[in-house]
Each structure stands twice: as C-alpha cells, then as structure tokens.
C-alpha cells in the first residue's frame, strides 16, 4: 500500500519520539510501575508500527482465588491507538460484572494525548451502569450490569491507559478455572498473568510451550501463593479467527479444581438438582406427549416444549453458578442456554427418556491439557436416549436431532463421568456421495430422474432427515438444490437409515430454465454440502490468499458427485474437462464420459485429514478453489 | 376475521375516555333491546380473536388508550391502559417481562395495575414487583432507566390489561433540585408537541388518544398518512381532543423502508405557534454554550493554517473546521446532567472530552466556527424522514448553520467523517430549522440528482489465452458515493485493505490475487475519494466451444456490494407497500476496456435493455474495437425515496441489472476459432 497512511507514520515517529524525550520522568503507568515511553519504544523495534491500527504495549490481568472462596480479577491495559478502526475498539469498554455479587472499582480511565502532552481522566459521566442489552428482558438475571467506561480526551495517536478491579463481595462460586492467552488481536509488547491461591491450595497450572516458567511467590501476610507469567513481543492472533487458535499460541490454562471428576460432580450435583418437573411442567408435558407413538417422536415433541415455551437469552450463563430450577425458567418464559437446558433435562426425564449432560468443544480437535476447565467447552447440550433411538437436545435452538454427527470431530465432556473431554472421532472419514441420474424431458421442459446419496460419519444427515413428517424429503431437496437449483424431491426411499450412516434413494426434477442469449440452456453445479454445515464454505474463506490459523474440519472428508445426464437431442455445448489436482491436502478431480446422447460427470474432493497447519493451506485452498471453478461446474447444451 | 363487526360495535358505544368503564361498574341497567353494555376488558378479550384469525402473531394489542392531561406549564401526566391478548405460546414469550423506559431527570412513570385475564377472571399481578433498573444504553449514555414486571406464566388466550401514568417530557432535563413537577417542565415552557403513531409491531384492534388542554392553550393539530377518527370538545377548563382508530395492521417489514413515521397513520400536534418561534426558542437556550477557550482559539489557528485557508474565505476556512470537528469528535454521549437532550454541550467540555453526540459535535463546530470570526448558529433536522408543518418538535438531529447572506449554509459534522462534503448527501431533501434570534422558518435541504454523486469505474485489463484476466481497477467516488470509498477505507484495520479489496473481488473470480491496493488517504480531503486495485483473476473466462466466455466483471462486484451499489445489491421483494428508502441517489457509470490476446476478437458482444424509469435507469452495452473489448454500464438511482408507484420501476432496472451481470460475452479467433 502507498501513502495515504504516511501522516501516521509520522505521527507515530512524533509520538516515540516525544515520550522517549520524557520517558524517565513521564509518562508512566497510573501505578507507576510502567514506563510507557520504553513500551512504546519497544513498540517500534517489535514490530512494524506503521502497519498496525493498535499495539498493546501492556496488557495485564490477575486472578485471585481467596480462601474463602471469592474471586478477585484485575486487568490493567495500556494501547498506542492509532486509527480510527482501533478507537472503536479501545475507546469506549464495556465491562460485565454481578451487580449483586460483586463489586467494580476502575483506577484508572485515561489518555495520554500526544498533541498537548497530556493525561486526560475520565469524568464522574464517563462511568455509566447499564443492564446487558441481551438480558433487558430477564428479570431473573438482571443482576448483570455492562459499566461503560468512556474515554476523554481521545486525539490520534494516543495511548489508553485502563485499569479496574472486579471482585466477589460475597463467596458464591463452588470453584473457579480459566485460560489466559498472552497473544491479542493486536501485537503486544508485554503480556502479564498472574494467579493467586491460598498458600497450599494446590491449583492446577498448565503452561503451553514457549511459555516461560512462572515466578512463584508466597506472601505469608495475605495467605496466597502467586504464580506470575510475562511475555512478549508477542504477535496477534492468527488470522482468520478460529475457535481452535487458543491452541496456537501461548497460553496458561489453570483451574482451582483438582480433577475433572471434582469438577463435573459438582456440577451434575448443581444440574440434578434444578433439573425437576413440577406439576405444571408435567401437565404441560402430558398434553405436549399426547399422539406421540415413538420415542424420537417424544423427544422431538419435549424439545419442542421448551423452545415454544421459553425465548433464548443469549448471555454467557457462566455468570451464574447455580442454574435456576426447571419450574422457575419454565414459569418466567426465558433462560439462558444452561437454564433451557435444565428445563430440557427435567422434562426429558419425566418423559422417561435418559439425559446426559455434555460440554462440546468450541472448534474442532481436542481441548483437554490436563487442566479441569470449562474455559474451551464452549456449548452445553444433552445427550437424549430411549428404547428406540439416542439424539441430542441444542438448548440455543431448541431442538432435538437423532444421532450424534453433530459431534464428529470435536471434544466432548460427560461431567460426573470422572473422565476428561475426548474428541468424538469419526469413523473412518466422513463421505458424501450424490449420484443423480436425470434425463432431459423437453415438455414441460425438465431434468427428471433419479438420485442416491451415500454419507456417513460428520456429513451425515440422519438427524435431519428423521422424523414423521417431511424431514426427508426436505432435506434431500436442500441437498440436490444445493447442487443443482431449482431441483425438487417427488419420493424417497431408505436402504440404509442410521445415526452414521444414509443411504437413500430418490426421484427428483429441476427445471432447465431459460436458454441464454446464445440459445443455450445451462446447468451449474452447486455444493450438496452447503446445507450440512457447510463444512467447505465461508467460513474457509478460499478467496483468502494466506492464513496464519490452521484449519480444522470436523472430519477427513470425501465428497463426491456423479451427474449423469441423458440430454437426447441436445448438443453439448460445454463440458468440464477431465482434471486432477493432487497435493498434500487431498485430491480434487473431474473425470467425464460421453456415451450416445449422454455424458457423466464425476467430480470428487479428497481431504486427507483433519488438521491442516497454516503453512499447509496454499494446498488446500488449491483443492478448494479448483472444486469450486466454474470450469468444473458448468454444463451446456444447445 | 371473526367477530371485528362486533368488536366495532362495542367500541363504538365508548365515547371518550375512561369514564365510559366506570360507568360498567354502576348498578345494573336494564337496557333496550339490541343494546350491549361498555364492553369490560374480558369482553374485549373474549371477542378479540385467536391466533387463526391472526395467523403472523404471537398477540395482539386488544386496546391501546391514553387520556394526556398538559397542564399551564406544558407538564404532561398521560394516564394508558393497554390490553394485550396472547395468541399462541409466542406471544406468551414476549408478554412475560412487561418493560417501560424512562428518563429519570425528565420523566416519571408508574405501573398502576397490572391483571391477567385468564377464562373470564382477572389475576392480579402485583405491581410492588416492578424492578427499576438502569437502562441498556449504547452511543447515548444519559443515565436513562427501565422498569421491568416478570409476569406470571401466561397461558394461550390470556388478556394482559395494563394501566400506567407516565409523567414528564420526552427530554428535558432541568435541575434536580427542583420539586418533582417542576423536573417533567418541557424545554419551550408552557408548551406541547406530541408525534402520535397509530401502528405498531402487532395488530390493534383500537386505539385512542386523547389530548386535554388548558382552555387557554390553542393547538395545530394533523392527521398525516392516512385517516382517523377525530373529535373536539371542551369543558369549562379544557380543550379536548380525541383522535382514535380500529383494527390497525402491524407495521409491515420491507427491505430498505422509510422510517414508520413516513408510513404509517399519525397525529402531529403542537401548540407552539410557529416554527419561527420554535427557532428563537432553540437559538436562546443554546446561544450561551459556544464560548471560545484560549486552547480552542488556538486549535483553530492550527486547523486553518494547516489546511492553508488562514487567510481564506469563511467557506474555506469552515469547510476545514467541519472536516477537523467530524474526525477528531466520536459519536459517544456523555450526560451534562441540566438541559441534556436538547442543550447542545459547551464547546469547551467537548473540546476535551473530544466525543459527544450530534448536539454536541455540531456545538464544538458551531464554537470553532465561531471562534474563527464565522457567523454560525446551531440548527435541527429530522435524519431520514420527514418533518411535517405543523410546528412539532420532529427533529432527531443537531446540525450547524453558516450566515451567507441572506441564506444559511448547511454543515453536518455528526454525518461527514471520512466524507469530503460538508453536509452529507445521505441528507438530502431533509428539513432543517435554524436557530436564529429573529426565528427562521422551516427549510428544507435541495433535491440531489444522481450526478452529484458517481461512483466511477475504470477498468483497465488484459485476457490471456487462458482466460486469465489482470488488470487495474479505479474506482472514483463524489458526494455520496466519496463517502461509501472512503468508509471502505476507513473502516477497515491496516493490515486487512488488501484482504478486502480481495473480498470485494471475489465476487467477480474466487481465484483472485489482488497484486496492489492504492487509494488516497480516508481523511485527506483535497479530492474525491479514490481506490486502485491491480489484481489478476486466473481463468476468469471460461474456455468454451473454441472461444473464450466471460460475464461483464465488474457486474459481479457492484451487485454483491451495497457500499458500491445500494439497490442493486439489495434483494427485492416482487411486491412493495412501502416506500423504498435508499437515503442517496447515484450514478454508476462503468467502463472496462479489456485487451484481447492477438488475433481474437468479441465475436458476441451483447447489450442489455434500456430501462428508463422514474426513479431508475440501467442500460449495459458490450463493444468489440480493434483488439479490445469495451463494456460500458450505466446506472441511475434518481430519487433517495421511492413511492411504492415507482417501485415496479427501480426492480426492473435493478433486474435488468442482474441479467446484465449473467450476459455473455464472446472472444473468438479471427476466424471463429479460439
């Protein structure tokens, strides 16, 4: 890029160089433990200044565990800002705490302001209590507050100093467990985490590699041990955003938990506990379950109770501990994933159907080092079984889906089982195989034919397609549309139906469309995926030239399509071209027939594994670029 | 729908107010035949309909009632009453925290009664259990709070009669010190205004509102976007007018709508008597707030010399302050505590605070602009809508005024970051009201045609024989569409501009390799905005029965990109209720000269329709010249808002659009072969 950010790089240059003139005598942190000119000098021989909106030139946080039992957060952040991107980031925060647990104190709200060499402070009107938009109509949980802290004074470039304490006023937690990752998605020169515990109490402490040992501390005074961690230069979070990159980089994982067994019975103590249907909730239950004749049928019905019965509050429920009894989440028409869950749980035993709690991995892969920790078990969500069938219950949507290929590939933990979270493997790899065989019909001017669709594992759609009603028939349309638009499902039939593994048949039809101006009509092929997740979509990003996170799949996957086409009369126009691209990811290839009056075309796309390293996605992005090429997709007739 | 006859029926029978239900509790009537009694709240309930009747909703609103009592001081106490019915367990989701907002340093409200009405009887619900909260906030932070009741589990059928009094003005903001009545004085006082919306998310069945005014106080009242029941009375004491309705469609969602005040039926009333003396009002509470400061005349100093316009023009040397006022003031509301909501901050406060909202951007301007020897005064508008005559307060947005003569000339600080306009064009056509000692009437802002607001396209690039495409992209923007390039700039972090631009061409080929990204700074000012791309697509045409066959590119870009081309790359609805509301109008005027490899030639050059509309135009033409190929697309957006008449126009240049993005195009030998 040229120019048009050089008047920043000036700035910057002024900035270094007015508070390297002043850096032993100002400016220093509120504490005065820091000296800012040498972090911004330290900036500037890290890292390339002039290409980054922000660099964090601190950014600490301590967590203190108390001995009776509350917890005591502390963050302190001071930012060289130096767009206008990083100003909507930095300026204004906004803090979360429990109003009615604990207590908020800010010690610092200010900027440095390079353009009057100034500190400029906060006001009394700069701290401002608001309730959580997400929970404006919670009462239950409206004792969350979000305290705005507003920022004065703000002039490019400038450096945002930020510090403030969050503490329990009262002990209300049964343990407390975390992770901290030293890399932000800004460039930081130094990171600084410390853990405190009560001398003796034995936390549990995993260190990532190249993370440098703690300094241990004992401070007989206060009781607690400190374990303390500094690093940097650090380099932002790979890009894009992942939810597996935590694994990427530096990190401490920690927990006062002695064991994923302490951890989860508490928990399954908590959940059974709330987990009861009253009378109400079991008179709604009887009505909701009258007419249904089997067990998924049940189970669909009961989830269908809680999302009909209750909105889904979208707020991290890991502010609340304790989960609120099933009657009062059903009474109150609202709760948050846990609470709907719970909800959940006690109607699907009542209904006489097994329940089992799961935590699931955020991404892909596994999140277990060792540590009894929630902090990378991000979704909550029940394992349902009866006499005819095993499924899972999603408490952010409310539904029930039979089979488990909603798990494929990513770490699961049963709290109360003693074991630690493994990764749900898949079989072997997991397959999509689309056949369709679709002959042309010039009145009324349709492909109609017949289709197969083979998949196991992680592509599977069992869950989806279960059910009494038209499950099936939707999803087969949904996964021939995403090939080929337009196509319906007339009829289908099953010749192998389970939780791993479909095997269908169908009838189906597409209309051929208009011809384009050269008289021509075209046929372009889509994704059958796109509507399992879309396993090989945006979220790959495949226009993207590099990467820095690694790629996680839910599987090793296969899928492939043959599409025969008996076009009688129609001369064909275009074709896809037989083609192989192979590498280290994977395969993808097209190979075509022709036979008299009709031509097959088999595309396939291979990846080899899982797990792909950043560096490895130049040859991903080549299968996947060459799956999606238009030259691969396209047919047309005359 | 079933029994809506006689729902009018019983309606029709209250004349005004509540004094009609308290007759219902008098000793028993025996009545003529055909008669019926006041309907009660179960009544009404129980003739309401169901959920089939109303197959869209969850619930509806059964009666929506208020009777305003403004007394001499423009004090207003609004008693309400409304009455819910849930339809199905949806509305028994939504109906199970009941919210009211307010502004504590300008108004009150207590929750009165609260009842279910479940099979004919009333559950009360015990109001002691409201809970009084800080409200959400975000960009305005005023201190505003919430009153929430959890209902008790509500079931399928239920009626929800709520009876509230809500005191105090929609933002005035005196001394708290004050006695309580004294805090709910609006800021003209003795004065009202009130912008009645007959609509809402959900279908009512009725609605009233009614108005009771000291016999002295006169009123300018209009019923606008429709009709209404009306009547005027009045008693010893009063005025008393009355406005009601039945059986109200909810509001209907469209893509790209005008704001609900444009659309649906409303009373605007007002008893100021004219906008001039609502312009001397406005001018005299904030003439005192823009004193200078040696460090703001100092700053000022700065901007001027920096920009090179020191010894300028007043135009010139606004037109840097604006520009330094936008960049440097974030939109971030912190409380004055006394006159918040219509005071516009002092200058100096947001000079170091360095955020406010619109009011207080447009005073650090005003204070500037002022300090630099520049007549200026504060001025209101309504941001994207209407404001109607009848002398109400319709504004939603502080902007600033320069003294020019006999006219004002119009700045927008709070609009125009990363904008090289000094009032936005996402403005146009609105009203605005300078503040004035004199008192100014109500003007509004010229139409803006789209030539004054192009997004130019230049593109420049080669075919290989492969199909492979490289070339360099210019995209030049004014007015509205200067804004759009620069905010694709200025939003975007540093380090991501390349990654972008590739985004934005992914559209046109997924294999995209952006070579470079140039583009002049988001915040220099000193021209049109502008951004280069060289890129090369590899195989973006497809080889083809001998030839080479590519869609025209830059089609694919604009109409996957609302920042460059807005209508094209919404989706439309087949049908439209509502006016469109796109907030600019545009020309798009694209031309991309493609080299051809030797010895071929655009042997299918293909040309889309003209479609001239009203509101819209679209014409594409593809060209074969001597070993190139030109494609040249024009498009118009004539009008910012689009009557739902011209609807059917703007779709068919938008269609035409599209097609045009799928036509073919054709490279053959010289010979027909590739």
Same mark, same amino acid.
């Given at each position: 890029?040229?120019? @048009? ?84 980031? &930095? ?39 608001t309730l959580p938009f997400a929970l404006e109509r919670a009462v239950d949980y409206t004792n969350m507050r979000e305290m705005m802290l507003l920022r004065d004074g703000v002039e490019l470039p400038c450096v945002l100093e930020t510090a403030y304490t969050i503490e329990d006023t009262v002990p209300y937690r049964h343990g407390l467990d975390g992770l901290w990752t030293f890399a932000r998605e800004a460039p930081c020169v130094q990171a600084r985490f410390s853990l405190a515990t009560p001398i003796g109490s034995e936390p549990v402490i995993v260190a990532s ?10 401070? @007989? ?168 069938? *095993? ?44 056949? +369709? ?100 979509? &945006? ?13 996680? +799949?839910? *599987? ?50 291979? +990846? *080899? ?19 999606? &090429? ?9 | ?73 423009g004090v207003s106490r609004v008693e309400s009453e409304v009455l819910y019915k849930t339809l199905t367990e949806e509305g028994c989701r939504a109906l199970s925290v009941l919210q009211w907002g307010y502004e504590p340093q300008s108004s009150a409200v207590e929750v009165e009664d609260v009842t279910v009405i479940r099979d004919g009887k009333t559950i009360p619900v015990p109001v002691e259990a409201v809970l009084d909260l800080p409200a959400a906030q975000d960009m305005i932070y005023w201190g505003n709070r919430t009153k929430l009741l959890q209902m008790p ?78 009547? #005027?009375?009045? #008693? ?12 109200? /469609? ?123 020897? !520049? ?137 995209? /390799? ?88 655009? #042997? ?25 190929? !030109? ?12 009557p739902p008449e011209g609807y059917a126009g703007l779709r068919k240049a938008v269609e035409e659009a599209r097609s045009w993005g799928r036509a073919v195009i054709r490279v053959e030998g010289e010979g027909g072969e590739g």
């Open positions: 890029m040229s120019a @048009p950010r050089a008047t920043y790089g000036a700035l910057l240059l002024l900035t270094v160089l007015a508070l390297a003139g002043t850096a032993a005598a100002e400016p220093v942190s509120y504490d005065g433990a820091h000296d800012i000119g040498a972090l911004l000098a330290a900036a500037d021989a890290a890292f390339e200044v002039e290409q980054s909106d922000e660099v964090l030139l601190l950014d600490r946080a301590s967590e203190t565990w108390t001995a009776d039992g509350r917890r005591i957060s502390s963050v302190h952040r001071i930012v060289l800002v130096r767009t206008h991107p990083a100003i909507n980031h &930095h300026a204004d925060l906004r803090v979360a705490f429990d109003a009615e647990h604990q207590s908020l104190t800010v010690h610092t709200l200010r900027t440095w302001r390079l353009s009057d060499r100034r500190w400029i402070s906060g006001g009394p009107t700069a701290r401002v209590e590699p190249r993370v440098p040992a703690a300094v241990v501390e004992v401070d @007989p005074a206060t009781g607690l041990e400190t374990h303390s961690f500094v690093m940097g230069p650090l380099d932002r979070l790979p890009e894009p955003p992942t939810a597996e990159r935590v694994a990427q980089v530096p990190h401490v994982a920690w927990s006062t938990w002695a064991s994923w067994q302490a951890l989860g019975s508490a928990w399954v103590e908590r959940f059974d506990r709330a987990a009861v249907a009253d009378e109400v909730l079991l008179a709604r239950l009887t009505e909701r379950l009258e007419g249904a004749h089997t067990g998924a049928e049940r189970a669909r019905r009961v989830a269908a109770l809680v999302a009909d019965t209750t909105r889904a509050v979208d707020y991290d429920d890991s502010w609340w501990p304790e989960p609120r009894p099933a009657a009062r989440t059903f009474a109150t028409g609202y709760g948050h994933r846990l609470d709907r869950t719970v909800l959940a749980g006690a109607l699907f035993r009542a209904a006489g159907m097994g329940v089992t709690p799961i935590f699931v991995g955020q991404g892909f892969g596994g999140v277990d080092e060792g540590v009894p920790s929630v902090a990378r078990l991000g979704r909550l969500a029940l394992e349902v079984s009866g006499t005819e069938f *095993d499924g899972h219950f999603d408490a952010e949507s409310g539904s029930f889906a039979k089979g488990n290929g909603l798990l494929c590939g990513r770490a699961v933990w049963r709290p109360g089982t003693g074991d630690p979270p493994r990764v749900e493997t898949c079989v072997v790899a997991s397959h999509l195989k689309l056949y +369709l065989a679709l002959e042309f019909r010039p009145e009324p001017g349709l492909w109609q034919g017949t289709g197969v669709l083979k998949a196991t594992d992680g592509l599977c759609p069992f869950g989806r397609m279960a059910g009494l009603e038209d499950e099936a028939v939707q999803l087969l349309g949904e996964v021939a549309g995403g090939l080929l638009e337009g196509a319906k499902v007339t009829g289908w039939n099953p010749e192998v139906f389970q939780g791993n593994t479909v095997v269908v048949g169908f009838a189906l039809e597409i209309p051929v469309g208009e011809r384009d101006a050269l008289g021509r009509l075209r046929l372009e092929l889509g994704d059958p995926t796109t509507v399992l997740g879309d396993p090989l979509g &945006h979220g790959l990003e495949p226009s993207r030239p590099t990467r820095t996170s690694a790629v996680h +799949l839910l *599987d090793a996957l296969d899928i492939g399509v043959e599409l025969k086409l008996v076009h009688g009369d129609l001369e064909v126009v275009y074709l896809p071209a037989a083609s192989a691209v192979k590498n280290t990811a994977g395969a993808m290839t097209v190979e075509v027939e022709r036979g008299e009056g009709e031509v097959t075309l088999k595309r396939s796309l291979r +990846l *080899d594994r899982a797990h792909f390293a950043a560096e490895e996605w130049p040859d991903l992005r080549a299968l996947l670029l060459a799956d999606r &090429h238009e030259n691969a997709r396209l047919v047309l007739f005359r | 729908m079933s029994g809506l006859g006689s729902r009018h029926v019983l309606a029709l029978v209250l004349t005004a107010g509540l004094g009609a239900l308290a007759m219902a509790q008098g000793p028993e009537v025996q009545l003529p035949p055909g008669d019926s009694p006041p309907p009660t709240a179960a009544d009404r309930v129980a003739a309401a309909g169901e959920s089939d009747d109303y197959p869209d909703y969850g619930h509806v609103v059964v009666l929506d009632r208020a009777v305003n009592h403004v007394d001499e001081k589990r509500l079931e399928v059928g239920d009626g929800i009669d709520v009876r509230s009094t809500r005191r105090g003005y929609s933002y005035a903001l005196l001394d708290q010190t004050q006695s309580d009545d004294e805090r709910f004085i609006p800021p003209m006082p003795g004065e009202y205004f009130d912008i009645v919306l007959f609509s809402g998310p959900v279908p009512i069945l009725e609605k009233r509102y009614e108005l009771r005014l000291p016999a002295a106080k006169q009123l300018h009242s209009q019923v606008y976007n429709g009709a209404l029941y009306a009547s #005027t009375s009045f #008693t010893e004491d009063e005025n008393v007018y009355a406005w009601w309705a039945f059986d109200l /469609e909810a509001e209907r969602h469209e893509e790209r709508q005008a704001e609900a005040s444009d659309r649906v039926t409303k009373v605007v009333l007002a008893t100021v008597e004219s906008w001039e003396a609502k312009s001397r009002w406005f001018f005299s509470v904030n003439d005192g707030q823009f004193g200078s400061s040696p460090e703001i005349d100092r700053k000022v100093v700065d901007i001027l010399a920096a920009a090179g316009v020191a010894d300028g023009d007043d135009a010139a040397k606004a037109e840097a302050l604006v520009h330094w006022v936008a960049q440097n003031i974030r939109y971030s509301g912190q409380t004055m505590g006394k006159g918040e909501g219509f005071t516009l901050h002092p200058g100096t406060m947001i000079f170091e605070q360095r955020s406010g909202v619109c009011k207080d951007i447009a005073g650090m301007l005003v204070t500037m602009m002022r300090a630099a020897g !520049i007549a200026t005064n504060p001025a209101m508008t309504m941001a994207g809508s209407r404001i109607e005559e009848v002398p109400a307060d319709q504004f939603n947005h502080c902007v600033v005024a320069r003294e020019a003569g006999d006219e004002w000339v119009m700045y927008d600080p709070t609009w125009v970051p990363f904008n090289n306009d000094i009032w936005s064009k996402l403005e146009t056509e609105q009203h605005y009201l300078v503040g004035s000692a004199e008192g100014e009437p109500l003007r509004r802002i010229a139409y803006s045609p789209p030539m004054e607001s192009p997004l130019r396209i230049r593109h420049q690039a080669t075919l290989g024989v492969d199909g492979s495409l490289e070339g360099t992209i210019r995209f030049e923007g004014r007015g509205a569409m200067d804004s759009r390039l620069r905010r694709i700039v200025a939003s975007t972090p540093i380090r991501e501009i390349d990654e972008r631009l590739g985004t934005m061409l992914a559209s046109m080929c997924e294999r995209v /390799e952006v070579q470079s990204v140039r583009h002049r700074a988001a915040d220099d000012f000193s021209g049109d905005m502008w951004i280069e791309v060289a890129y090369r697509a590899p195989q973006l045409a497809l080889a083809v029965d001998g030839g080479l066959e590519l869609h025209p590119p830059m089609m694919a870009v604009l109409l996957s990109d609302g920042l460059l081309f807005r209508a094209g790359a919404t989706k439309w609805d087949e049908e439209r209720t509502s006016d469109v509301f796109l907030y600019y109008t545009q020309l798009l005027d694209v031309e991309e000269t493609i080299r051809l490899p030797a010895g071929r030639a655009a #042997t299918v050059v293909p040309a889309s329709d003209e479609v001239d509309e009203t509101y819209a135009y679209f014409k594409g033409q593809a060209e074969a010249a001597a070993g190139r190929l !030109i494609i040249r697309t024009r498009a118009e957006v004539r009008r910012r808002q689009i």
